[in-house]
């Protein structure tokens, strides 16, 4: 691959994702599901953590509620995105442009994780507004640096996880199998340390793990550049499964024509 293509392949990949971004901002269901479910979620989460009367276990769930509706959106937004595209009959005519599917799908994830960042915002200003909780940034300038690595990490889970939407019409219901597993393995709300042994490696292979402890490291104090790098490096291997699992997906949905039903 030239450096001229790469270059197309990225502008592609960013026009996508402010296309998507712009559609999907302006969306009131959207927009609504992505602001009012984890507002009530983050809720029940700091009702149950302020039981401990810990401030900074209520910093810990608010920032875990926040990502676990990053983590939702990106999902739930991806299926959807296909869904819809499927039912418009636009999903075959993609598939048959001359760029790479897998450079379609990018663009959708980043999108949704990207505003999923509204449910994460969200969350923190419920919380200090409504709990008091004292919500203070330790490291501004890595917190820019972890968001941006957290959103690259969820839209890569994503983008596998529309690989199989592809090949699978009944992506709503896949997106409610792979929901809460992968966020109670992320630690998230739960401390990975909690889950049982078995359990832990898989953890540590997801990059909304290593996203979530950036995040919690630059606002509660810690040292968020190493897990800022592993997200990075692991969502860059995702990216990489994500190009294999998009060509073989569609090779097996072009082969069973199965594209085309809904």
Not at 70 to 88: K, Y
Request: hydrophobic share 55%; net charge positive.
């Amino acid at each position: 691959m030239n450096a001229s293509l790469v270059v197309r392949r990225l502008r592609l990949v960013g026009r996508g994702w402010l296309v998507h971004v712009k559609h999907m901002s302006s969306s009131g269901v959207f927009l609504v599901f992505s602001l009012i479910g984890p507002i009530v979620f983050a809720t029940i989460t700091f009702y149950l953590f302020r039981a401990g009367d810990q401030p900074r276990t209520l910093v810990y769930a608010a920032i875990g509620a926040g990502m676990q509706a990053m983590w939702t959106t990106t999902l739930i937004g991806s299926g959807q995105s296909l869904t819809l595209l499927r039912a418009m009959g636009l999903l075959e005519l993609l598939v048959a442009a001359p760029v790479p599917l897998g450079f379609v799908l990018a663009p959708v994830t980043l999108a949704t994780a990207t505003v999923g960042l509204y449910a994460l915002v969200a969350t923190l200003t419920w919380g200090v507004v409504l709990f008091g909780i004292p919500v203070h940034v330790a490291h501004p300038l890595l917190l820019v640096v972890a968001l941006p690595v957290s959103v690259f990490g969820l839209g890569m889970v994503g983008m596998v996880l529309g690989s199989v939407f592809v090949r699978f019409r009944y992506a709503n219901a896949l997106t409610n199998l792979f929901d809460y597993p992968i966020w109670l393995l992320c630690g998230l709300l739960v401390p990975v340390g909690l889950l049982p042994a078995p359990l832990r490696p898989l953890s540590w292979l997801l990059p909304p793990t290593w996203g979530a402890q950036a995040i919690r490291d630059s606002i509660i104090g810690g040292a968020p550049l190493p897990a800022v790098g592993v997200c990075l490096a692991l969502g860059a291997g995702y990216l990489g499964l994500s190009l294999f699992t998009v060509r073989t997906f569609e090779r097996l949905a072009r082969n069973s024509a199965s594209l085309a039903l809904t």
